[in-house]
């Protein structure tokens, strides 16, 4: 009892103490605010902020203290840092017009902010629509990260007082000239996390004309917000899944909606170009352009071909950006890839109809990934530069994602030593031996050549690849593997011990599989090769979820499989 009353006397002498204390530390804080004025005068600038910072420890709730922290920080033009005391005094007094018309300032001051703090957009005199982009990384962990977009009538920061439109120049296919001119008087900007803290950064800017401006007298707000939107969603899908594109993070994307042109876009540097804005196109139309655009924009040169057009990242970007969405779509509802609510989830993040997306990625799995099984990862096609070539290299990379994974997609891109499309075969060839010389090689069941296999029911279409691949008794599924030299063994995943199977390795065989148990595949030369899983007559259905890969160890040779 004496113990818990002496604790007690202890905490009220030391609040009496701080109480006693606060009129102190508001003078000396008041006295430090006067000389950092002074200092200021003089133009001793860091000796005026040391002053402030030292009232700051003393007193950080009073008012006067952040007000000239911020006068301070926009003379030294930390635009971010700025805004922060501005917001800060505003949370302390929040009728204080001063700090009202600095942060007014500094929205539509010389350069609108390329930085902010979520906490900062309630002070803002710019109204923000704020949404999360959630991703699936290759453990399984979920990445959240936020993304903003400026809704309403904003002036582009280009255009001093709200005088003239911008009138920008609009470059010829490849970027080789000049066609013409467009004019440009409103401005969507979009803003995307970074990984750390909330700090805002900059990622696009949308500019279209006005209705006033317009040529045809339309309204592109609604749709410059949902093109922001939908740019801020595969810039996030590209930094986090596939670590491109490798430009600092200050690299802002520009958007330009022009009314004029071919119904189209146009990719060059920095600078998207949406021609005859006014076209009605259909939701996905609008997804493919801006994912297409991006994938110029993020992913390595893949080329040079000579149609459908010189580089197949716009392609390849189409399809990688936009099965992301779908994956995130089904993430959001809870449901697989391509449930009913999970399409009608991406339609009401688009806003605007039903996005046909799931008959998109199917078709263009047809028409790349297909086309690929189809002639072999040794086809005289590898080293083309028509259009077939075109098509087989995007499903040469769409296979590496459905097969490996986004990490190894990713290696397989950085590790192209150019832009040709043998570099890009070659670095998965490097990827995957660097994956293999770590451990075992995933090879997911949705990477099966669909057109060589014997199903009874068809697997589904998924965001990332297809699913769902069961083996009913007698089916069999195939798949291209490409292996190293030396012994090689296989498990399946998950064991089901009730449940064998019969693996072929380029024709010969069976090996059986039962459960988690590997089997060696003997000593293989390096290359392509060809696997074959075959459920019994008389066993039972088996779902497959992934074949494990693991070579460089030593192997017993295994009966059954001589040539």
Not at 96 to 118: K, M, N, S, V
Not at 279 to 299: C, F, K, N, S, T
Not at 443 to 458: K, N, Q, T, V, Y
Not at 463 to 480: C, H, K, Y
Request: glycine letters at 10%; proline letters at 7%.
């Amino acid at each position: 009892m004496m113990r818990r009353f002496a604790v007690t006397v202890a905490l009220a002498l030391t609040a009496a103490l701080a109480w006693a204390q606060q009129p102190n530390a508001r003078a000396q804080a008041i006295e430090l605010v006067r000389q950092s004025q002074e200092l200021a005068d003089a133009g001793d600038r860091a000796g005026a902020l040391d002053r402030l910072l030292q009232a700051l420890e003393l007193d950080p709730d009073y008012p006067s203290i952040h007000a000239h922290l911020g006068y301070l920080y926009e003379l030294e033009g930390d635009t971010l840092k700025a805004l922060a005391s501005y917001g800060r005094l505003l949370e302390l007094r929040p009728d204080d017009e001063y700090g009202r018309a600095r942060i007014t300032h500094l929205f539509f001051g010389e350069q609108f902010p390329r930085r902010l703090r979520l906490s900062l957009l309630q002070f803002s005199p710019v109204s923000f629509v704020t949404d999360e982009c959630r991703l699936r990384l290759a453990g399984g962990d979920d990445l959240l990260r936020q993304i903003v977009w400026t809704r309403g009538v904003i002036y582009p920061e280009a255009m001093a007082d709200r005088g003239a439109p911008m009138e920008v120049e609009i470059p010829s296919a490849g970027g080789q000239g000049v066609v013409g001119t467009a004019h440009f008087n409103r401005v969507c900007y979009g803003f995307t996390v970074v990984p750390e803290g909330d700090e805002l950064r900059m990622t696009a800017m949308v500019s279209y004309p006005s209705p006033l401006l317009s040529e045809r007298s339309a309204d592109y707000s609604a749709l410059a917000e949902r093109l922001a939107h939908i740019l801020l969603r595969v810039h996030c899908y590209s930094r986090a899944c596939y670590g491109l594109p490798q430009a600092p993070e200050e690299h802002i994307a520009r958007v330009w909606m022009c009314e004029s042109g071919p119904t189209g876009a146009e990719q060059y540097e920095d600078d998207v170009f949406i021609y005859d804005a006014a076209r009605d196109r259909r939701p996905v139309e609008w997804l493919r352009e801006i994912a297409h655009e991006w994938g110029h924009y993020a992913l390595p040169r893949m080329g040079r071909f000579t149609e459908p057009e010189p580089y197949a990242s716009g392609v390849l970007g189409e399809a990688l950006f936009l099965q992301r969405l779908a994956e995130e779509a089904g993430l959001v509802v809870g449901e697989r890839w391509p449930s009913e609510r999970a399409q009608v989830a991406v339609g009401a993040l688009w806003g605007n109809g039903r996005v046909e997306l799931a008959d998109f990625l199917a078709q263009m799995r047809r028409d790349t990934l297909d086309l690929w099984l189809a002639r072999g990862p040794n086809s005289e096609l590898a080293a083309g530069l028509g259009e077939q070539s075109f098509r087989y290299l995007v499903g040469a990379l769409l296979w590496v994602e459905a097969a490996h994974g986004h990490d190894l997609l990713r290696a397989t891109l950085l590790k192209a030593p150019g832009e040709s499309p043998a570099d890009f075969y070659y670095g998965y060839r490097q990827a995957l031996r660097d994956a293999a010389e770590a451990g075992e090689v995933t090879l997911d069941a949705g990477a099966l050549d669909l057109g060589r296999s014997e199903l009874s029911a068809p697997p589904v279409e998924g965001a990332l690849r297809r699913e769902n691949v069961e083996l009913a008794p007698g089916d069999r599924a195939q798949f291209p593997v490409f292996l190293l030299e030396g012994p090689a063994e296989v498990r399946i995943t998950p064991g089901a011990p009730q449940a064998g199977l019969d693996l072929f390795v380029d024709g010969v065989g069976p090996l059986h599989l039962e459960g988690d148990e590997p089997v060696s595949l003997g000593q293989r030369e390096q290359g392509w090769h060809t696997l074959t899983l075959q459920a019994p007559e008389d066993g039972q259905p088996v779902t497959l979820q992934a074949l494990i890969i693991r070579t460089g160890e030593p192997a017993v040779p295994a009966p059954g499989l001589e040539e």
